[in-house]
């Protein structure tokens, strides 16, 4: 079993950012970030592709939504993945999910490729 905890959410002024923090407690592969908004289905933002420290081009990948604004990273030491969220509108506010693999390397947009899930952290966004 691994856990996973999330951090950093919080409110933030339009055009401000926040950064989103997600310690497993044990070995993942692919890591990702989901959000849902109130009412809403949960959709996906960002994955990181698993590979072992070495630079892939073309490993992390984002919503439309969010390109350019948003960046996904990962500590392989710390077993944790980060969402630097910058330019943030008040579209963005939503509850962000962490989410992980232990058998996928890469698990793209996909909810269903990921076996386990942090219990969420609250982003709002004022105008």
């Known amino acids: 079993q691994v856990q996973l905890v999330e951090s950093g959410g919080g409110l933030v002024q339009a055009g401000g950012s926040l950064r989103l923090a997600c310690a497993a407690s044990?070995?993942?592969?692919?890591m990702g970030w989901f959000r849902q908004a109130p009412g809403k289905e949960r959709d996906f933002v960002a994955t990181?592709?698993?590979?072992?420290?070495?630079?892939?081009?073309?490993?992390?990948s984002y919503a439309d939504s969010v390109k350019g604004r948003f960046t996904i990273s990962r500590d392989n030491a710390k077993n944790t993945v980060y969402l630097q969220m910058n330019s943030l509108k008040p579209e963005d506010a939503a509850v962000y999910y962490c989410?992980?693999?232990?058998?996928?390397?890469?698990?793209?947009?996909?909810?269903?490729?990921?076996?386990?899930w942090g219990q969420g952290t609250q982003v709002t966004v004022s105008s």
């Open positions: 989410a992980a693999s232990t058998t996928r390397y890469y698990g793209g947009s996909d909810a269903d490729n990921y076996d386990y």
């Open positions: 044990g070995r993942t592969y692919a």
């Open positions: 990181n592709t698993w590979t072992g420290g070495k630079y892939l081009a073309g490993g992390n």
